[in-house]
């Protein structure tokens, strides 16, 4: 039996979904970074509309929600944060089912970002992913956590205020986690600019 060893394409921006199943759903199909809005739950978390207006200023973002009156409700939450070129909205086709690990399907009875084809996904990313070769628009950096703790931002006598030092600095929430932190630090700088910060 032969295996699928074809590498995955790659986004051309970040895609935002509403919870972890589309996130789980879509990174089984594109590599690239694809973040969560918890559902409704962005709209009390102050730190994650500060975090996505902050990325939105460095790259366009991608909201993908499902098709129901839930996902409507938060692609106009980024309609109203976010300015109008920084966001490309793309959709799903209402389609009747249920996801799989569901006992009953959504209240509108539509499949979600989760349930829906992968090659219908595939179709509706083509526009948005980069070609063979092609570089991303702008090349984001390759941080890692070993690095941060060489740095002194973790595991060390100190590492906690330098970390919140960095985080103000970076106008960035000051709760994130280190695994916060590294992620949102290689979304919005670029190699070059994460040494010059460091």
């Given at each position: 039996?032969?295996?699928?060893?074809?590498?995955?394409?790659?986004?051309?921006?970040?895609?935002?979904?509403?919870?972890?199943?589309?996130?789980?759903?879509?990174?089984?199909?594109?590599?690239?970074?694809?973040?969560?809005?918890d559902g409704f739950g962005v709209f009390k978390n102050e730190e994650?509309?500060?975090?996505?207006?902050?990325?939105?200023?460095?790259?366009?973002?991608?909201?993908?929600?499902?098709?129901?009156?839930?996902?409507?409700?938060?692609?106009?939450?980024?309609?109203?944060?976010?300015?109008?070129?920084?966001?490309?909205?793309?959709?799903?086709?209402?389609?009747k089912g249920k996801e799989a690990r569901k006992s009953a399907p959504?209240?509108?009875?539509?499949?979600?970002?989760?349930?829906?084809?992968?090659?219908?996904?595939?179709?509706?990313?083509?526009?948005?992913?980069?070609?063979?070769?092609?570089?991303?628009?702008?090349?984001?950096?390759?941080?890692t956590k070993l690095a941060l703790y060489e740095l002194g931002y973790?595991?060390?006598?100190?590492?906690?205020?330098?970390?919140?030092?960095?985080?103000?600095?970076?106008?960035?929430?000051?709760?994130?986690?280190?695994?916060?932190?590294?992620?949102?630090?290689?979304?919005?700088?670029?190699?070059?600019?994460?040494?010059?910060?460091?």
């Amino acid at each position: 039996m032969e295996k699928n060893n074809e590498r995955k394409p790659a986004l051309l921006y970040p895609v935002v979904v509403e919870g972890k199943y589309d996130k789980i759903k879509l990174s089984s199909l594109f590599e690239g970074q694809i973040l969560q809005t918890d559902g409704f739950g962005v709209f009390k978390n102050e730190e994650k509309r500060i975090f996505f207006k902050k990325l939105a200023e460095r790259s366009p973002l991608i909201v993908f929600t499902d098709s129901d009156g839930g996902g409507l409700v938060i692609r106009n939450y980024f309609k109203s944060i976010l300015p109008k070129d920084r966001v490309i909205h793309l959709y799903i086709p209402q389609v009747k089912g249920k996801e799989a690990r569901k006992s009953a399907p959504s209240k509108e009875g539509f499949l979600g970002v989760e349930g829906t084809d992968s090659e219908l996904l595939r179709k509706i990313f083509a526009p948005y992913l980069l070609s063979e070769g092609q570089e991303p628009p702008q090349k984001r950096g390759r941080l890692t956590k070993l690095a941060l703790y060489e740095l002194g931002y973790d595991g060390g006598d100190g590492s906690k205020e330098k970390r919140q030092a960095l985080l103000q600095k970076c106008d960035l929430p000051s709760t994130l986690s280190t695994k916060a932190l590294l992620e949102a630090l290689n979304l919005l700088y670029t190699d070059e600019e994460l040494e010059e910060l460091l």
